[in-house]
């Protein structure tokens, strides 16, 4: 008999631990997610970002907060705007070489 | 391939709608096609893609399209003039949202003018007699099809509304080395109509996704 309510005791246990929430399985600790905290948005590969997307949409909507994540478009704004704020090297030239081509149509255009 | 598609995510797409202002002389002056409207005559629709293989450079494809459908003696015709663009575009972004960007382009552009007429044709009313039908009208569709090298360039503004989608305008202007005797129809040399497609300025608003 009392072995019989031990085994049920174990098992009744191992069933509320296990329902117990794993951290790492919170709607907010996906691998998308945490790549994204740490490497930004353009870290993503092309297919990852509709997934990236959902999670952001589940985790939102598990912890009730509309803005999460929001930052990360705005870094991302920053860090491209720190990477293509200016010209370098042959890039200049194209815009040199467009601009003059647009003066002369127009020029031409004109005559 | 895979690498570039599975690569840091700079690959982007736009539609756009755009405005441009021909001569379609040939056209304007015939008197079996219907005179070309503001329409028909400036509004071009595109679409296009690109990658970005440097921090400001991107290399691309658009198309722009202009097309007429109508009626050419009651017989459904369609009239297409499509201007491809193979361009490299460098960028900078003055502010964090804000970005100019200037393209060179050579185009590789084509014309068809396509129709679908009513004919008899001898050999099937022959066949379809024999099975005891009466006798047949057969539709019959064909084009004329030329092809022509040119060159674009334009200044663009684009605002970045989220880090996947912007919007774009751009002024520009295009040359077009057209030869109107350079048409083909069912493998002939033919003349087709005169077109001045020479400094044509060109307007465009695109909405671009990206990743």
Known sequence: MVKIILIFFC???????AQVENPEDHPCRTPLIEKVKEHGLRSLKVWEVPVFYWDRFQCRKSINNSRYLMNANMEQHEADFEA??????????????????VFVFIVSSSL | MVGILSAQPKIS???????YSPELTGFKNSSLFPTPTSVTENILIGYGVSYQFYPNVRVGYASHNSFEIGNINTFPFTRTLTY???SIESFYRPWKR???????SPMYNSGTISMTTDATDQEWDNLLSDF??????????????TTWFGFTSSIGLRYHLFTWMSLES??????????ETKWTFQGDTVTGPVLNLSNVPMITMRIIFGW
Do not use: W
């Open chain 1, 11 to 17: 098992s009744g246990l191992a069933v509320i631990s």
């Open chain 1, 84 to 101: 293509s704020k200016s010209f370098q090297g042959f890039t200049s030239c194209i815009a040199y070489c467009s601009i003059a081509a």
């Open chain 2, 13 to 19: 797409a736009h539609l756009e709608m755009g405005l």
């Open chain 2, 84 to 86: 491809r663009e193979f």
């Open chain 2, 98 to 104: 804000i970005e100019f960007n200037f393209t060179l």
């Open chain 2, 132 to 145: 005891g039908n009466p006798s047949s009208i057969v539709s019959r569709s064909d084009q004329m099809t």
């Open chain 2, 170 to 179: 751009k002024i520009g202007f295009m040359e077009n080395y057209y030869d």
